[in-house]
């Protein structure tokens, strides 16, 4: 059973094209987290988010959180190549262990130029 | 700062043999972590550190063993690999035991079991 669903799986658009991704769960996160991970690379994180409607912004990213902590997504505006990349998101589930991360399978974004 | 290492970075390995993958981190973190990544499966958890001396299971434990004399390393060793154990090992270490912790990744190591 996966526990965290992200769509769509691949993604392939034109720079300067606006995208969301998305991460799905029946079950409630204390807090999740995006990750983007380059080919030949391990995940680097991009923003971690914990309360229910939370809304970050990092330049042309933006990040909420569900408002029942079981979603999240994560919308890039005018796409450029460099946002290419597998995008991860990442969750503790409350009453879990803070230790365990349980990851999602990821989006592969490609942006051609 | 090196942050997360990983060697080797590249294995070849035949059905049976036994090898071990090798994490060390200079950030001071009391966690860390052993994921395999394949393709369509996303980020799996083998096993975890919590601090030196100690380690647990994760999602997919069997066929692995870990280590952590050190606080600074973590090794991951497969007794008899299998042709199922092909995959990308990534290592992991954390600063922060709260919901907000971040994980910080070596580049990988890529293992192929003929």
């Known amino acids: 059973t996966q526990l965290l669903e992200q769509s769509p799986q691949f993604l392939s658009i034109q720079e300067g094209e606006n995208l969301t991704v998305y991460c799905n769960s029946s079950?409630?996160?204390?807090?999740l987290q995006w990750y983007r991970q380059e080919p030949g690379e391990g995940p680097v994180l991009l923003v971690t988010?914990?309360?229910?409607?939370e809304v970050k912004k990092l330049k042309r990213l933006t990040f909420q959180f569900g408002d029942a902590r079981k979603d999240s997504s994560l919308h890039i505006t005018a796409a450029q190549t460099g946002d290419t990349g597998l995008y991860l998101c990442?969750?503790?589930?409350?009453?879990?262990?803070?230790?365990?991360?349980?990851f999602g399978k990821g989006t592969l974004l490609t942006v051609n130029p | 700062n090196a942050g997360v290492t990983q060697t080797p970075k590249f294995r070849v390995l035949k059905t049976g043999q036994s090898m071990t993958l090798l994490c060390a981190q200079d950030?001071?973190?009391?966690?860390m972590y052993w994921y395999r990544q394949d393709p369509g499966m996303g980020l799996r958890l083998i096993h975890y550190?919590?601090?030196?001396?100690?380690?647990a299971k994760g999602e997919v434990p069997d066929g692995y063993n870990v280590s952590r004399l050190k606080k600074q390393n973590f090794l991951l060793g497969l007794e008899s690999a299998a042709p199922s154990q092909t995959s990308v090992y990534f290592c992991?270490?954390?600063?922060?035991?709260?919901?907000?912790?971040?994980?910080?990744f070596g580049e990988g190591s890529r293992l192929t079991v003929l």
């Open positions: 550190s919590v601090g030196e001396g100690t380690t």
């Open positions: 079950s409630v996160f204390s807090s």
């Open positions: 950030m001071n973190h009391e966690y």
């Open positions: 988010v914990v309360t229910g409607g």
């Open positions: 990442a969750g503790r589930i409350v009453g879990g262990s803070n230790y365990k991360l349980t």
């Open positions: 992991a270490s954390s600063y922060l035991q709260g919901v907000t912790g971040e994980l910080f």
